[in-house]
């Protein structure tokens, strides 16, 4: 056996316990884990490792079961040949990973001259502090530390990023708990000893709705006659129809709102936010849109009636990550990870009413995992 062998021997070998760590890949099946976005023969576990197959290509990914907010992971993976993909962190359920959380680069090349593209980048931001990657069949290994707003990536022990993500003008605004994931853009990238320590959670945010029990937070505030408006909690998701609007029962004014949209072709509605709870006919309020017509005037994302936001990639069936920070005059909407509209001159600063719109009668919104965070 030479030398390369020998270290291949031992690589295999289980990874010894280490206190406070937990494995998250059990070596001989995919056990917490599911494929996203591709066939199911785009991930496979073959002799303690976690492969990537070439049906892997982009977009398809390998998501966790369960959905973390700060922790240290590390992992060794090996390379040989081309090898281009990622480890996700704080991935949404529906929406793009790398926009929507956070991608750390893996790509073999070993640049004099680091980039945003590079291995160990925070993808496609922030270049590593150097590249120090082993590419010529051989095992490297990668520590990710996550703890608000610090994240800390070390490549075969050596620190290469040291990014303080509140004070990034992207970063900032990034998803701050999510799930873990594995890209590889169809490349054999392999993983293995991938194990996790979990460190204190630090966001707080309440339910507005996840589950049918939620629906009592909630009152109709608006309701056409000619087409009565229809809210139903249909297990985790709330669908809506008809003309009106649905309120909170408390009132915000510093926030900050996540929740999933889903809805028909060319469907109307929105959210409404300082609101007096009356719905459209309320003097006093604002409404984010919900209008997936590329063309039209206020289409979704735009503070109607004040400013048009840069029409999001959305298409009409599909989940979409909303994302609604409000703070002051400010008022910033992202769509899938990318900032939309960024407005700074509100008027209103009084608390009011979060509201849920349906303005198209016989076409359908749904909304799931509703979340608010005061400020």
Known sequence: MNRREFLGALAALPFPAEPGFTALFDGTSLAGWSVQDGPESAFYADKGDMVAHASSEYPAWLRSAARYE??????????????DGGVYLHAP??????????????????????????????FPLIAPAKVNVRNQGEWNSLRILMDWPALRVWVNDEQ?????????????????????????????????????RELPPKERWEALYEKPEDFGKWFLSENSERAPARFVPAGGVLWADGSGSLATKEKYRDFELHLYVRHARHHNGGILFRSEGRGLPGKRRYEIQLHDVEEAH?????????????????????????????EGKRCLVRIDG????DYDKLENLEEGHLELQAHAPGRWTEFKQVRVKRL
Request: proline share 4%; net charge positive.
């Open 70 to 83: 700060n922790f240290e992971l590390r992992s060794d993976f090996f390379l040989r040949g081309w090898i």
């Open 93 to 122: 359920e529906h929406g793009r990973a790398s926009w929507c959380g956070f991608k750390i680069n893996i790509f073999h090349q070993r640049d004099e001259r680091p980039a945003a593209n590079s291995m160990g980048a925070i």
């Open 160 to 196: 290469v990023q040291d990014a303080n993500c509140e004070a990034h003008p992207e970063l900032r605004h990034r998803l701050r708990s999510g799930y873990l994931g594995l890209v590889a853009l169809g490349y054999p990238l392999r993983l293995r000893n991938l194990r996790m």
């Open 298 to 326: 206020f289409p979704t994302g735009s503070l109607y009636s004040f400013e048009r936001a840069k029409y999001p990639r959305i298409e009409a069936g599909k989940w979409f990550l909303v994302q609604l920070r409000v």
């Open 338 to 341: 990318e900032t939309v509209l």
